[in-house]
């Protein structure tokens, strides 16, 4: 079985930003989507926020960055990943369909889905009447009474768009009247579109209909009160869940399953990284996802020349190594280091001596443990065999 050098998890934005990096670094790339390349990105009917295109349209953006990344030779292969086993120095992805593949290094850049009402009848007719992607199916309902739940955003803006076709849009809001989370412009060009209502104070409480959508019931918060309205399309939006579920003990997880992460993108497990909308962050966008690709594969190669560098200079060697650990901004730690380089070379290089800056590369220190700035280990064939602790220049010279 061939082993790639990355392997990404997703082909969003963040998965597709990450192998055009990972492919153009000369890693060996391998992006598993399970769906359509782009991501939640692809359904969108304009982007006008990503530097360089005043106005482009989802598939059109999420298309130039996969041909982007196949043309520095990332591969790109549609597949359900079922099991991840992260930890080690190969992980290993299986597929539904059986298929296993292997890399020194993963980013997971698994985005998110539509979260559901889990209301009756929502489940039963998807894609029967029941959307998530006003780009998708706003089409379909030429002529027709259309409910949007939700009023974000997305939500406003898609409704927005829907009105294009269908004859009525009818927005259900859990706020007061004229209380709406979208941003203000979205809001006052709703509120002055004539195919566009509100219902207020209330909840969409069931989706009805034989085989496709026929009516909902909408409840209003404050009376109780459910009432029945005739419709035939139902769009939601009520946020997002990151597809992170099967990642549950394999990496750390916030209390809403967002994969946690450090500026670097490095999550809990040496050699996985996470990029976009599901990682904990701020802003989900597709420029800050395709940001946190970038990170991820530049953390990446770093990571997969650190450890090559430490199997052949340290786990490799040919002579004993003494691990010396220092930091610049630790005055004492440069000039023991200093003084130690000096030792070595004049005992005839009877051992090699490895610098580590514990600024730059902690994972090594973290290895051993090691948290002093002044600590020293001497290894043979690999393995410990004397911890110095404190002021390295206590180690005794003889064995140097």
Known sequence: MSIYDLLILGGGPAGLTAGIYGARAKLKTVILEKGAVGGMAFTTREIVNYPSYKSITGPNLTKTMANHAQEFGAEIIKCLVTEVELDGEIKTIKTKK????????????LGSQPRLLN???????????????????????EGLTVIVVGNGDAAIEEAIYITKYASKVIVIVIHDEGIVDCNKASAEKAFKNEKMDFIW?????????????????IQNLKTGEHTEVKAEGVFIYVGMVPETEFLQSKVDLDDRGYIVTNEMMETSVDGVCAA???????????VTAANDGAVAAVTVERYLAEEDDFKENVLNANKPVLLAFWSPVDEESIHAVTR????????GHKVRLVKVDMSRKKRIAQRYNVTSTRAALLLKEGKVIRDISGDILTFWDGEV
């Open 276 to 286: 976009g909308d599901a990682r904990v962050k701020y802003l989900r966008q597709v």
């Open 340 to 347: 130690l380089e000096k030792t070595v070379a004049e005992s």
């Open 98 to 109: 059986g298929n296993q593949y292997q890399a020194r290094a993963v980013i997971l850049a």
């Open 119 to 141: 209301i009756p009848g929502e489940r039963r007719l998807r894609g029967n009447g029941v959307s998530y992607c006003a780009t998708c199916d706003a089409e379909f309902y």
């Open 201 to 217: 104070n209330s909840v969409l409480a069931e989706i009805k209909g034989s085989e496709d959508v026929e009516a909902v019931v």
